[in-house]
């Protein structure tokens, strides 16, 4: 009895001094997104990681587009990017976020062709690339077999595209080869891997190049013999393809994973087909995707909170989660090793291609039409008009080109239109 009594006095005891040290205070910081819901799961999922991990901090997923104060955590998408890099004053760099909360890290020790665009002239990290893709060519192994292709001999260029597109009609296929992300694909990857240009150096664009009529022209000629099939601007043609009804899909690379995970369908993945009778082709194909960035005027245990969750990020364990869960690149050379050890080999199929068109050489093309949504949506309208018998490949272009530089004028540059409006059609001419 005695034994129990000292039992219940120390247990009190112990109780009392615990409730007289305050416990620690949590400091939450939120990450403002705009993914969609599977994108925004998978985001979760990494959140919920760190603040398992980290009873100091908490960080917080919201829903929000960036249209006033930024939150301490900001993803940028490839749809929102400009509003974030001509607005650098409202974002404080990763670099010094880090040097400042006495963090460990070597911005520089991230893989060169993921900072392009996200460091600064000195090669400091302004934001972190976390999510980062370039487009490769998927293909249907199954349709590839019933039209008598060979599955593991993918096309290499967009020559033999056209001949197994023709060989896969002539099987009964009604979607030989489809497209998603129209303007990111078929002008900025075309002009980067093809030796073509995208925007001059004073500022204008020049995605009218000969590579590029000659590219929207052979698409054209497929347009009307059914061997390409057009769904729409953006991803559209992802889902066709996951349903079984396409041989051939050129998308980002990050998809690999979301085919893997929702389809039965037996996929291959291959590096963007490019044109072998252009000189210096294939040159290297361009990164984008998600990149995340600080906001300016937070507190100090904010910060340290932005911090601990960039490291958190940059561990090699939780960048193979990543490359595994979204497809996405390895940000460190580090991080790529361990994902070649620890995935599976049809995560690496993707992984593997996507790096070795990024690692090619090539120039850096800061300028992306995909990625000014003004000079977007006018290509868009124009490549359609293609597609519709309307116009020539270079009558769509030319104008394209035209109107994109009337809103390089007004804003001075090709780089300053994010938020213009589209310049207008010009009026139809009179017969």
């Not at 980062?132 to 967009?158: E, Q």
């Not at 396409?246 to 993945?269: H, I």
């Not at 090793?337 to 690692?359: C, R, T």
């Amino acid at each position: 009895m005695s034994f129990r009594i000292v039992s219940v006095r120390r247990a009190l005891a112990a109780l009392a001094i615990s409730a007289a040290v305050p416990a620690l205070a949590v400091t939450e910081i939120e990450l403002y997104h705009q993914l969609d819901v599977t994108r925004s799961e998978r985001l979760g999922d990494l959140v919920e990681q760190f603040n398992e991990q980290n009873k100091e901090y908490k960080v917080s997923l919201v829903q929000k587009a960036l249209n006033g104060a930024p939150a301490p955590l900001n993803l940028a998408t490839p749809a929102t990017i400009l509003a974030f890099s001509q607005n650098q004053g409202n974002f404080r760099p990763v670099h010094r976020v880090m040097a400042e909360a006495k963090e460990k890290f070597d911005g520089k020790a991230i893989a060169p062709e993921l900072r392009v665009r996200v460091a600064d002239d000195k090669g400091n990290l302004i934001a972190l690339p976390l999510a980062m893709s370039t487009p490769v060519l998927y293909y249907n192994k199954a349709a590839f077999k019933k039209a008598g292709l060979d599955p593991n001999k993918p096309p290499k260029t967009w020559w033999e595209v056209q001949d197994m597109a023709g060989k896969l009609r002539d099987a009964g296929l009604r979607c030989p080869y489809t497209t998603s992300w129209l303007s990111w694909i078929h002008i900025d990857n075309t002009a980067a891997l093809n030796a073509g240009e995208i925007a001059d150096a004073k500022g204008g664009f020049t995605f009218n190049s000969l590579v590029q009529v000659k590219h929207v022209a052979l698409l054209a000629s497929w347009y009307k013999t059914s061997y390409f099939k057009y769904y729409g601007r953006r991803d559209e043609a992802d889902r066709h393809f996951s349903a079984g009804e396409c041989g051939m899909l050129t998308s980002g690379s990050e998809l690999a994973a979301t085919l893997r995970d929702s389809t039965g369908l037996d996929v291959g993945v291959a590096p963007l087909p490019y044109y072998d009778d252009v000189h210096g082709a294939p040159q290297h194909t361009l990164v984008d995707g998600a990149s995340l960035w600080i906001g300016e005027g937070r507190k100090p245990a904010e910060y340290k909170a932005a911090a601990a969750f960039i490291q958190f990020l940059l561990t090699p364990e939780i960048q193979v989660e990543i490359t595994r869960m979204g497809g996405f690149l390895p940000m460190t050379p580090v991080a790529r090793a361990v994902a070649n050890s620890k995935l599976l080999a049809g995560d690496l199929a993707g992984m593997n291609v996507a790096y070795s068109q990024v690692k090619k050489e090539g120039a850096t093309h800061p300028v992306r039409v995909s990625q000014i949504e003004p000079v977007r949506i006018i290509v868009d309208e124009e490549l359609e008009a293609v597609w519709a018998g309307k116009k020539t490949a270079k009558e769509a272009l030319d104008t394209a080109v035209a109107r994109g530089n009337v809103l390089a004028l007004t804003n001075g540059s090709a780089a300053n239109t994010a938020s213009a409006k589209p310049a207008a059609k010009p009026a139809a001419k009179k017969k």
